[in-house]
């Protein structure tokens, strides 16, 4: 008799077409999950201060975030389901194994930070970093990875990409340190870091869009982050002892609750509107926040600069460059 064909069980939303989004709205989105990253960066920052220790600091905002991910893996199904779906996934190719390596992109991020802001300065590693993110959406974008579509590197995209690397340097060059051939390598290495950033992205997104949940993908990438991280923490706790005294502000230890937002919001829009897209609006979000903070909450007495204020613009004007749609309705995103 006639053989009967296998009939394999349909994975949430891999398969299935999604909804349009447009890239103007999508930006915008990205820009509110971007805005989340500077507020992360004050209370992470302010706890690595009164402990004296950032690698802590880093460590305890990733615990934070996994004990409330692994809240929402137990009591929300979706989320649940999601994981328990990750092993049938990989064994039928709709994910790469190395995806669920991840979030080691992420420890490898607060390591560098760590490492090499003390010698290059937080302006020129800002830098450096949107320069690699920039490089990174758009390879990403160009050759289609982790199954998302392509989208070519057009005019309008290197415009936007170039643009918003400028916008980051214009406030970089005024408080920036100076520097010479000696720092070239660190900073190589931290553009390195930003591309490998965009990859880590695109991962997740395949990973919550199989799955059918962003959340899922962000329990995994927490997980292997905050695992690196506590190992790193560890070696370095046994040479320099836990902190005699530990703050008792309780927001303080709320910093990973923004990398969730950020992690899981990125892999919800990537499938929508690329790694570029949201790159840039990510970062348009991250200066106008910063912007607002120096203004209503400053941590010194220095005062907003002008440059600071033309780079935000610029990197709002990188955003409609890239997204507004053009004469004939079609998205430059695209």
């Known amino acids: ?4 064909r296998p009939v394999s069980a349909p994975t949430p939303l891999s398969n299935a077409l999604r909804p ?9 989105l990205a820009g509110l999950i971007g805005a989340g990253v500077p507020l992360q960066s004050r209370v992470n920052g ?4 009164e402990l004296g220790d950032p690698v802590l600091a880093a460590a305890i905002s990733l615990l934070g975030g996994m004990v409330v991910l692994v ?18 996934a990989v064994r039928s190719r709709q994910i790469h194994p190395g ?23 937080v302006a020129v590693f800002i830098v450096a970093v949107v320069a690699g993110q920039a490089l990174g959406g758009l390879g990403t974008d160009a050759t289609g990875f982790a199954g998302h579509a392509r989208r070519k590197p057009t005019p309008r995209r290197l415009l936007g990409a170039a643009l918003v690397v400028l916008a980051v340097l214009l406030p970089a060059a005024t408080t920036g340190t100076g520097g010479g051939p000696a720092l070239l390598l660190p900073a190589v290495v931290v553009v390195v870091v930003g591309v490998l950033t965009a990859f880590q992205h695109s991962a ?62 990125s892999a919800a829009l990537i499938p929508h509107i690329g790694m570029l897209v949201m790159g840039l609006g990510s970062v348009a979000g991250q200066l106008a926040v910063s912007l607002l ?23 709002l004007l990188a955003v409609a460059i890239t997204t507004v749609p053009g004469r004939r309705g079609t998205p430059r995103a695209s």
């Not at 349009?20 to 915008?28: H, K």
């Not at 302010?46 to 201060?49: I, Q």
């Not at 929402?72 to 049938?88: E, F, I, Y």
């Not at 995806?99 to 300065?121: E, N």
Request: glycine share 12%; net charge positive; no cysteine.
């Open 1 to 4: 008799g006639r053989r009967r």
């Open 204 to 265: 997740n997104a395949r990973v919550g869009s199989v799955v059918g949940s962003p959340l899922a993908a962000t329990v995994l990438n927490f997980s292997v982050g905050t695992t690196l991280m506590v190992i790193a923490t560890a070696v370095r706790l046994a040479t320099t002892g836990l902190p005699q005294e530990w703050p008792t502000d309780w927001w303080l230890y709320l910093g990973g609750i923004f990398g969730i937002v950020f992690i899981a919001g």
């Open 99 to 121: 995806y669920l390596l991840a979030g080691s992109v992420g420890a490898l991020f607060l390591l560098t930070q760590v490492a090499t802001v003390v010698l290059l300065g």
């Open 71 to 88: 809240a929402l893996a137990l009591t929300v199904p979706r989320v649940r389901r999601g994981v328990r779906q990750v092993p049938a």
């Open 293 to 315: 903070l120096d203004v209503l909450a400053p941590v010194s007495d220095a005062e907003v600069s002008g440059a600071m204020v033309a780079g935000t613009a610029l990197a």
């Open 46 to 49: 302010e706890l690595g201060a």
């Open 20 to 28: 349009a989004l447009p890239p103007w709205l999508g930006a915008a």
